[in-house]
């Protein structure tokens, strides 16, 4: 178990009032820094990729699986899946959609040069992909794969004809950034500006903006100032510090909802010595007592979450005792999150032999998520 675990509440505030001429303008603390839908599995890809590109299935609000480029599914045996592909779907040059496309996708994910986080880790459990027709396929796996779709869900789908040899720099230049997505690319300046028109040939309905601009403002405050002055029109990562602020004016709207991002402390437990853990003179110990069960419980007791919430957080999380919020697939509903009892965590520490302590280094990020370093001190 997680020293802390607590989940995000996700928030949005948008400028309550017509954008001219059909045109939004979105103010993001996101940074998309390619336009390759398989070199980068990151936020921002994930948030900015779906203007353009889709995927086999994909997830509603609620982390439900639903279809996308594929209508259904259904399982041949414990290896094979059989797909049926949407069809009358067009890529923005108007090429059609086909299983050409899903087997080009999937054979090019794990041969994208210098990813930092490849797509790869989605595929790789897949033995092949043999063509029926051009909707139907079967996915065959090395493995029985309880989490095949989960997997898909993550992979977006690129046309085998445009993206035909291209390299990174293809996509990012746009040549080859076709997808079957909502909006086709305008322009991209990386670390600036995202620009995207309607796709009037989208399957799934005329989408609701003319054009869309994502502008990049990493900061809260000019983000926020972005809004207030009208420069943007909605902004995503709020600043907690002001969404009181925004609830009591009339011209935005707020929208909210647990996030599936947690904040956990990840305790390096299975080593038998840890660099970060000393003795409380600084001291090497020559074992490591996180590999001990009751000093990780002892850990997570000694955490009062619900103040870190209430305090460091203004209410803007929930305390978590897993690493998804209960409403989400996957989780229990019955795990909820250690209560704050220091005598129980001293009594196990002694009980654990570390009675009279011992030195821990915490390491946080600072500034990638909500408030991350306030609540590491906090914690």
């Not at 949005?12 to 993001?28: H, N």
């Not at 925004?246 to 991002?261: D, M, Q, T």
């Amino acid at each position: 178990r997680s020293g802390l675990a607590m989940a995000t509440l996700a928030s949005a505030a948008l400028l309550a009032g017509p954008a001219p001429a059909q045109e939004l303008t979105l103010g993001t603390k996101l940074e998309l820094n390619t336009l390759d839908p398989h070199f980068f599995a990151a936020f921002p890809t994930g948030s900015s990729h779906p203007y353009l590109y889709e995927k086999l299935v994909d997830y509603d609000e609620k982390l439900n699986l639903k279809p996308a480029l594929a209508e259904s599914w259904r399982r041949i045996d414990d290896l094979t899946m059989e797909f049926k592909l949407r069809k009358g779907v067009t890529f923005h040059d108007g090429s059609p959609f086909t299983a050409a496309d899903v087997i080009f996708t999937v054979e090019r994910v794990p041969n994208v040069p210098n990813s930092p986080n490849s797509f790869a880790q989605f595929t790789r459990g897949i033995d092949r992909i043999t063509r029926v027709d051009d909707h139907t396929i079967l996915v065959r796996t090395k493995a029985p794969s309880p989490q095949l779709l989960q997997d898909l869900s993550n992979v977006f789908i690129i046309s085998s004809k445009a993206a035909a040899g291209a390299t990174t720099a293809d996509f990012n230049s746009g040549k080859a950034a076709v997808g079957t997505g909502p909006y086709r690319l305008v322009s991209w300046v990386n670390g600036d500006r995202l620009v995207v028109e309607r796709n009037d040939r989208y399957w799934g309905g005329r989408p609701t903006w003319a054009k869309v601009t994502e502008r990049v403002i990493g900061k809260d405050a000019p983000r926020l100032a972005a809004l207030l002055s009208g420069e943007v029109d909605a902004i995503d990562a709020v600043p907690i510090q002001d969404i009181e602020r925004l609830k009591r004016e009339a011209k935005f709207a707020l929208f909210r909802g647990p996030a599936s991002i947690v904040q956990y402390i990840a305790l390096d437990s299975a080593r038998a010595e840890s660099p970060g853990v000393t003795a409380k003179d600084g001291k090497p110990l020559g074992r490591n007592p996180l590999k001990d069960a009751r000093v990780r419980k002892a850990l997570s007791l000694a955490i009062n979450r619900d103040l870190i919430v209430k305090k460091v957080m203004e209410g803007s999380a929930i305390a978590a005792g897993q690493l998804l919020p209960a409403q989400f697939p996957g989780t229990h509903k019955s795990l909820g999150p250690d209560p704050f009892d220091l005598p129980r965590a001293q009594a196990l520490l002694k009980g654990a032999g570390w009675g009279d302590g011992f030195r821990i280094v915490l390491t946080a990020t600072s500034y990638r998520y909500p408030n991350d370093s306030s609540v590491a001190q906090g914690v």
